[in-house]
Every structure is written in C-alpha cells, then in structure tokens.
C-alpha cells in the first residue's frame, strides 16, 4: 500500500520529538548502568541488586504498563469519542481507585514474601542483601502504576512529553543518589535502591500536573464502585488474556535469570548490560512510535478508518526496519568497542566485557523483531483484541524457555541471549499471521512490499557494514595508548560510525528510498515555515 508523503512525516514528526527525550532517558538509563558497573562491577552484590530490581520490574510490566497499553488507552479513547466529561470523569477515578488498591495489596505481599520470591532464583551469595534490597525497592511498583495510568490518560490525548521526562528524572535521581549516599549507606547498592524508590514516585509527581491542566479532575471512590463501573469492567475483560501473557511473559524472565544465575557469577548481571545497550537502542526509536501509534490506531479503529488505520501501520513497520536493521549491523561490528567504551573501569574488568560482549552479539540480531513486536502489539490493542498477542506471547515463551534450557550449558550467557532472539522472531511470524486473519487488515498485501524493503535494508547495510567490519583494527590500532576510554574507544567508534552512515545513506539516496524521501520532506517543510515566520 502506498505510504502517504505527508503522513509518514506526521508520524517522523510525533515519534521524533518522543524519540529526543527517549533519546535521553536511555542516555541517563545508560549512564546508570555505567554507575553500577564502576560501583559494583559484576559481583555477587551488583547480581543481587539486578535480581532486587528485577523482581518489583516484573510485577510494573505485569500490571502497570503491559495493562494500560492493552485496556486503559483504547477504552478511554471510546470515551474521549463520545465526549461527556462526567462519564470520562467517573471512568478515570474508578481505574484509578481499583488500580491504587490493587497495587497497593501486591506491594504488601511482595514485601512480605520477598525471601521466597528471591529463593526461586536458586542460590545467591548475597541472599539476605537481595532481600533487603528487594523489600527496599518494591514500592517502586505502587509509584510507577500510577505513572502509567497518567501516562496512558496524557497518551490518550495525543500528549507525549511528559511521559517523556518521568524516566529522565528517575535515571537523574537515582545517579545522583548512588554517589550522594552511598558514603552513608553499607554499600553502594542500598544508595541505588534508595535512588530507584525516589526516582519512581517523581515519575507519576511529574505527570499529574499535567492530568489536572487537561481536565481530568479524579478522585478515590469506593472499591465496589470502582469495580461496577462499566468502564472499569471493559478494561478488566481487556487485561485479562493480557495479564496471563504478560505472566508468562514475566515467568519467560524469571526462568532465563535462574537459568543464567546457575551458570556462574556475574552471568546474570552480563545479561543485564547487554540487554540494557539493546533497550538503550529500541526506546530510542521503537518504544517512542509505538507509543505515537497506539492512539492513533485506537481512534481509527473505533471509527471504522481501516484504510488509515493499515497505511499508518505499514508506515510504522517501514520506519522500524529503516532504523532497526542498519543499527543491528553497525553494533555486529562494533560492540567491543561500545561495551568497553561505557563500561570499563576496575570493577568492570576483561571478563566482565567479555561475558557482556558473548551476549550482546547474541542480542543484537533480535533488535528487528523486538521492535517489530512493539509496533504488531498495539495494532491489536487498538482493536480491543488482546487474546491474539497473549497467545503469541505465549508461544514465543515456551520457545524460549525450552532453548535457554537446551543452551545454557554449552554457551552460558549467550545461550540465553540466543533464546531470546530467536523467539524474538517467532513471535513477530505469529504476531502477522494473528493479524491476517482479520479482513479489514491488508497485511497479505502489505507483506511482500515490507519483505522486499527489509531484503533491500539487509543488503545496503551488509554492504556499509563490510569496510567498518574490515577497516576496524586498523582504526582502533590508531588510536590505542593515545588517552583515556573516550579517545581509544570513542573516537574509532565514532569514526566507524561516520564511515558506515556515508555509505549506507548514500545508497538509501541513490536508491530513491521512500522514508529518506519523507523525512527529507520533513526538514524542508520545516525550514520553508521558519523562513514565512520570519518573512512576517
């Protein structure tokens, strides 16, 4: 289907200003995890703070922003369609008041059960620290569901900053506190917790300022209330099938970490690292047009757009291998020098990059499907259909599970990172065959233009790939003994960086590429309205 020039650059427009803070809230997130690697390296302390912040981490996506994605926005959307302000009021105070008690009661649990919840990752070194940290940490929960619900609220009207800046000031905060108090604390660790606690309750701080200015004045109900509400009920039968997904999901986590936890010290924590540079890379772009998308689709779907609503989604899917595939080549060839770039120090040693690196070239060839997977989900929750990811979830779990378990043994770290990229991929096939069976969506039709495009990605990027790949240890031998980190490891990767952009741009232009087309658009369209402001 042909993308329309002006709206793939409306699309280019609202992701991208998304994307800048994205952009820096994966900067702090990785100036975070440069924290702990320089503060606790990949020690049995920095194993139990990743397993402690693990947990409370798993039970938000379960309930928090898996959730509101699914149910809240395109539920609220309805509303917003409809247009009464006291049913949109009800509506929000009722989610609200069964969410707070809800959370509230599983932080409560999870506090009390945390030395059982931390046994089901085998044996730790520092277990009873993994217990204080986690109890430490698990409000964190409470404070980043209500984040999401106000996020979802600020979505729903097309409101993207400060979702934004909240995770900005929660990487900001808790930086500071792992250096502030981590002379007063019993290891740096605590300091980190601490930072995390006050980190997410300035994410849902930031956010509801900007819910009150929008109208949407709520308030606690009672509990029964809050349950009968019909529109509470509509999100409730909506996460349903969502909440199984997401704990299997969750569970998919759970197991891949006792499996590396078994493996050997520092394992599990060489996982997180890769998969932090990976998340690093998808929230800048992934996560930010997903976002822009849902709303977008939910409208188009409730009214019956279908035509906007699968050129939207075919430009979406066009954007994600324009950036996803050239990025997966460029770090093939380049993550030694990334890993040992952001995270070397003392601490951070020879085999800490060499356990970090083992597993990041196993993550990296996920990258398109993870992101793929980001903008196919909410092409179904747009519909009010969340049984069709679930079950795709769930499939891509079983996947996983079974060739982290067959895996783990011969190739340690990267045997789970493996896993996971190959049910990566799965659950993408399952996510577009789930997505054909409905006739009102063209993806036969749009399948083979997005293959041929992704081929074309694949080739130009082999193709700018290869003299970085072969130019490599010349660069970084040019460069080695001359300073520090920034200038023996930034700068040959800054160059290749150049080098593999000249090449691969250059072919997209020559090519007449349609993205390239659109959001050179973008920019002159742009330029053209600042020159008619100044003309005035």
């Known amino acids: 289907m042909p993308s329309s020039p002006n709206r793939t650059s409306s699309m280019l427009r609202s992701g991208g200003a998304l994307s800048l803070l994205t952009l820096a809230s994966r900067v702090l997130g990785l100036f975070r995890e440069m924290t702990k690697a320089a503060l606790l390296g990949t020690s049995a302390l920095s194993d139990a703070f990743s397993v402690a912040f693990l947990i409370p981490n798993l039970f938000r996506r379960l309930f928090a922003e898996g959730s509101i994605a699914v149910a809240f926005i395109p539920t609220l959307k309805e509303y917003l369609l409809e247009g009464d302000r006291a049913k949109i009021r009800r509506f929000v105070s009722c989610v609200f008041t069964f969410l707070t008690f809800f959370v509230s009661l599983a932080v409560a649990a999870g506090m009390l059960l945390c030395p059982l919840l931390i046994s089901l990752f085998g044996f730790f070194e520092a277990f009873d620290e993994t217990v204080f940290l986690t109890r430490i940490m698990f409000p964190f929960l409470a404070f980043i569901s209500i984040a999401a619900l106000f996020q979802g609220i600020l979505n729903s009207v097309h409101i993207f900053a400060p979702s934004g800046l909240a995770p900005i000031l929660l990487n900001i905060i808790t930086i500071a506190c792992a250096y502030g108090l981590s002379p007063f604390t019993a290891n740096p660790a605590r300091a980190m917790a601490i930072g995390i606690i006050a980190g997410g309750f300035m994410e849902a701080a ?306 007449g590429d349609k993205q390239v087309k659109a959001l050179a658009g973008m920019f002159t369209s742009r330029r053209n309205n600042s020159r008619r402001e100044k003309d005035k």
């Open 206 to 511: 930031i956010q509801f300022p900007f819910v009150w200015k929008e109208g949407f004045h709520f308030c606690f109900t009672g509990i029964r209330t809050a349950v009968k509400n019909p529109g509470t009920r509509a999100v409730l039968r909506l996460v349903g099938p969502t909440i199984i997904g997401m704990a299997a999901y969750q569970v998919n986590d759970l197991v891949s970490t006792v499996l590396a936890g078994n493996a050997g010290e520092g394992v599990v924590s060489s996982l997180q690292y890769s998969l932090r540079l990976q998340e690093l890379i998808l929230g800048i772009f992934a996560v930010s047009i997903g976002t822009v998308l849902l709303p977008n689709l939910a409208e188009y779907a409730k009214s019956g757009r279908w035509a906007e609503y699968n050129e939207r989604l075919s430009q979406a899917i066009d954007i994600i291998a324009l950036i996803a595939i050239p990025i997966t080549f460029f770090f093939l060839t380049q993550g030694d020098n990334l890993i040992r770039l952001l995270f070397q120090t003392r601490s951070f040693n020879e085999d800490s990059v060499a356990l970090t690196y083992a597993a990041f070239l196993y993550h990296m060839p996920g990258l398109f499907f993870i992101a793929l997977n980001r903008i196919l989900a909410p092409a179904f929750y747009a519909q009010s259909n969340s049984k069709s990811p679930t079950l795709a979830g769930i499939l891509s779990f079983a996947v996983n599970i079974a060739l982290a378990a067959l895996l783990v043994g011969p190739m340690r770290g990267s045997g789970v990172a493996l896993a996971l990229t190959v049910a990566s991929a799965v659950n993408t096939a399952f996510l577009l065959w789930f997505l054909g069976r409905n006739p009102q969506i063209a993806v036969g039709r749009a399948l083979v233009p997005a293959a041929l495009y992704t081929v074309k990605l694949v080739v130009f990027s082999a193709a700018a790939a290869a003299p970085v790949y072969f130019l490599g240890p010349r660069i970084n031998g040019f460069f080695a003994g001359r300073g520090g980190r920034i200038i023996v490891y930034g700068l040959p990767l800054a160059a290749a960086a150049l080098l593999f952009a000249f090449i691969g741009i250059t072919m997209l232009v020559i090519s």
